[in-house]
């Protein structure tokens, strides 16, 4: 059992490079969720999709845009990257919006 | 606006010493308070989850508790493998989680 698979874990972009980060869940859970994790900040949320075909506004959400695919893929995206973005970024996801969220392994991106 | 404070920011403790961790919260319309344990490098595994005020939840050496403005984890006579960064986290009526800080545990042998 995977529980919530995030790929790539390791980049480097340049600034204004695009990418996509992929988030898959094997658990059918309806939530999944967008955070960054910063030094000193805590974790904040940058998307999330409360059910399949949803998705809404985080704390953080300029500069990133979501697809929900289907019910097991969240994905974020990054169409014009920056040294601002450098982050750990983790998605999530939780079987309703009010249960607890399971955490995949992270994606550390760097922006230079 | 929910909010979570955790203290303190880090703890050193010796094998067998045993302290408590605090997570305060402000939050409209409380639906869950978690707990999460990080190891670096990894993501926030979940620990407990406490709904009302009065409840307690218990894991090993762990035990959680949950008051109308705080919440607390305590930990008995902790090994160096509890080790460890631990994450509080609030959902309000909004629905989304809001995390404090952390607290950062060192155990030494």
């Known amino acids: 059992n995977a529980g919530v698979t995030q790929t790539p874990k390791f980049q480097v972009l340049k600034t204004g490079q695009s990418m996509t980060l992929q988030c898959a869940q094997d658990m059918n859970h309806n939530s999944m969720y967008w955070y960054r994790q910063d030094p000193g900040m805590g974790l904040r949320l940058i998307y999330y999709s409360a059910s399949e075909g949803t998705t809404d506004k985080g704390e953080v959400p300029n500069g990133y845009n979501v697809s929900r695919l289907n019910k097991r893929e969240f994905s974020l995206r990054l169409e014009s990257a920056a040294p601002s973005q450098t982050s750990v970024y983790f998605c999530?996801?939780?079987?309703?919006?009010?249960?607890?969220?399971?955490f995949g392994q992270g994606t550390r991106l760097t922006v230079v | 606006e929910d909010q979570v404070t955790q203290s303190p920011e880090a703890l050193r403790l010796q094998e067998g010493e045993s302290s408590s961790l605090n997570c305060s919260y402000t939050?409209?319309?409380?639906?869950?308070l978690f707990w999460y344990r990080q190891d670096p490098g990894k993501g926030p595994e979940f620990l407990f989850t406490?709904?009302?005020a009065g409840e307690e939840k218990e894991k090993e050496r762990l035990k959680a508790t949950l008051t109308k403005k705080e919440s607390f984890l305590h930990i008995t006579a902790p090994k160096p493998e509890d080790s460890a960064t631990y994450l509080c986290?609030?959902?309000?009526?909004?629905?989304?989680?809001?995390f404090g800080g952390g607290t950062r545990l060192m155990v030494k042998p």
């Open positions: 986290a609030v959902r309000g009526a909004g629905n989304m989680l809001t």
């Open positions: 999530a996801s939780s079987e309703v919006s009010v249960a607890e969220a399971f």
């Open positions: 939050v409209s319309g409380l639906r869950g």
């Open positions: 406490l709904y009302s």
